[in-house]
């Protein structure tokens, strides 16, 4: 059973009474959408009656929530959800898109390129872009369309050169795809499996993660007209507003390349004026 803090519980009560207020819907009309009783929907709006998950996700949908709000709903409710909900609504899309492109223009000269669930790479900032054109024209990398930050570590063909400790590093990233596996094995299984087919790993490294280990301070390479710069590249997820309790977007995650000493910060530069004009959209293949 469930055990939900009153204070989430009257917050999400208040919530669910709110946004139907707000869509100037009728406690009738909402519980014909949802399929439930008026009385029952009366008890949940007042804090008398909590939702199963089904009515949770049947009230969301009808009330056609913004992902973050069904994220938040779900968790004042006692129900983690896996993944966000899908959205399918073309302006919070282009927000969304709008958004990377401001944050990777603004990491600039750093590289720096946003990730799917998948680890697929979506976008990248023009100092990235140059980077990784290296690797645009290996089948082998590409995953679901996308060029694919997981193979172009661990293929041979791919940036495994650009680390020295390419055993380390290889290995921290996929525990970390094994611990995003238990999470969304349908989207991670495909992954680990072409790593598996095509990375050219042992098949030790690929055995699943339990234990979070600690992240190591890797050094990378950043090579590009015969120069060189030594980075590290934290991942991070796009974090939501501090009054949601979960992030945003939680499978888009941005990676940047982050200059170990000022010698790397002034060639980085350098490189970075040679690069595209512009953040964009990396190349996709059907």
Partial sequence: ?????????????????????????????LAE???????????????????????????????????MDVQRLHHLSGFAIAAMVPCHDAGALAFRNRLLKQMLEGMAPWPALALDAASGIVAANPLAMLWLERCAE????????LLNFILAWSHADGLRHDV?????YART?????????????EIMDPVLERVQSEGDVPATWLAEQAEMA??????????IGGRSAA?????????APSWYSAAAFPDTRIV?????ETEDAAILAEMAESAPVSAAAMPSRS
């Fill in 138 to 145: 290996i089948d082998a990398l590409y995953h679901d369309g």
């Fill in 1 to 29: 059973m469930t055990v939900i803090a009153k204070h989430d519980a009257d917050e999400a009560a208040r919530l669910i009474r709110s946004w139907r207020r707000s869509r100037g819907i009728s406690q009738q009309h």
């Fill in 173 to 185: 990233l996929l525990q970390g795809a094994h611990r995003e596996r238990l999470r969304i094995p």
């Fill in 231 to 239: 980075m590290t590249m934290p991942i991070v997820s796009l974090a």
């Fill in 164 to 168: 020295g400790e390419w055993e380390r």
């Fill in 33 to 67: 959408l949802a399929d439930c009783s008026v009385r029952h929907l009366s008890f949940i709006e007042t804090g008398r009656a909590h939702p199963s998950r089904n009515m949770l996700e049947a009230l969301c949908t009808a009330l056609r929530l913004a992902p």
């Fill in 256 to 260: 940047v390349g982050m200059p170990i």
């Fill in 214 to 223: 600690e992240v190591p301070r890797i050094a990378l390479s950043i090579c």
